[in-house]
């Protein structure tokens, strides 16, 4: 039987700080719903109803697109070892790019990763937990420095090229203010 929370407890944020994976799910009115694993090391709880999470470069960028319209987020995290539970934050988040003033605090929260382009700052108002006992077991073998090659690999002008091409807007057409603030 799922258990609803007003904020993060001591125990839900030990949790989340043994997990490796989390996923982030998004939605406009009209758009798709994006659903985005996560790993790297990139989320922090930063209250009992603050957390964010430092975004790195992907062939899309769904959630800050749906995120300018439409605030809503859910962040899912699954015991895949150990005793099982889910545990979903529902919130509101903000999209913090590299030209916003709270980029240098948020940032400096974070170990940098090779790539990153926004950080997610979100406000949780409510925390749900449940069973989880249909998850199934897998063990942790370790991170994929694939993308944080890659990233390296591009450099700083190369990553401003990928995201003119590829981050600008999502698969909706909706527009993700990347490289600059918008009207």
Same mark, same amino acid.
């Given at each position: 039987?799922?258990?609803?929370?007003?904020?993060?407890?001591?125990?839900?944020?030990?949790?989340?700080?043994?997990?490796?994976l989390f996923f982030?799910?998004?939605?406009?009115?009209?758009?798709?719903?994006?659903?985005?694993?996560?790993?790297?090391?990139?989320?922090?709880?930063?209250?009992p109803?603050?957390?964010?999470?430092?975004?790195?470069?992907?062939?899309g960028?769904?959630t800050?697109a749906?995120?300018?319209?439409?605030?809503r987020?859910?962040?899912l995290?699954? &015991?895949?070892?150990g005793?099982?539970?889910? +545990? #979903?934050? !529902?919130? @509101?988040?903000?999209v913090?790019?590299?030209y /916003?003033?709270?980029?240098?605090?948020?940032?400096a929260?974070?170990?940098p990763?090779?790539g990153?382009?926004?950080?997610?700052?979100?406000?949780?108002?409510?925390?749900?937990?449940?069973?989880?006992?249909?998850?199934?077991?897998f063990?942790?073998?370790g991170?994929?420095?694939?993308?944080?090659?890659? &990233?390296?690999?591009?450099?700083?002008q190369? +990553? #401003?090229? !990928?995201? @003119?091409?590829?981050?600008?807007?999502?698969? /909706?057409?909706?527009t993700?203010?990347?490289l600059e603030?918008?009207?």
């Amino acid at each position: 039987m799922g258990k609803r929370f007003d904020e993060l407890s001591t125990k839900h944020i030990h949790f989340i700080s043994e997990q490796k994976l989390f996923f982030v799910g998004t939605a406009t009115a009209d758009s798709r719903v994006n659903i985005s694993p996560k790993g790297m090391d990139s989320l922090r709880v930063l209250g009992p109803n603050r957390v964010a999470w430092l975004n790195t470069t992907g062939s899309g960028n769904e959630t800050s697109a749906h995120i300018q319209q439409a605030p809503r987020m859910t962040i899912l995290f699954c &015991a895949f070892d150990g005793t099982p539970l889910i +545990l #979903r934050l !529902y919130g @509101t988040a903000k999209v913090v790019h590299q030209y /916003d003033p709270e980029w240098v605090d948020l940032f400096a929260r974070f170990k940098p990763l090779p790539g990153a382009r926004q950080i997610f700052d979100v406000n949780v108002d409510l925390v749900q937990t449940s069973c989880g006992m249909a998850v199934p077991y897998f063990s942790y073998a370790g991170e994929r420095e694939l993308l944080s090659d890659w &990233a390296e690999k591009q450099g700083e002008q190369g +990553l #401003r090229d !990928y995201w @003119t091409k590829n981050n600008q807007t999502s698969i /909706d057409g909706i527009t993700t203010h990347i490289l600059e603030k918008g009207d």
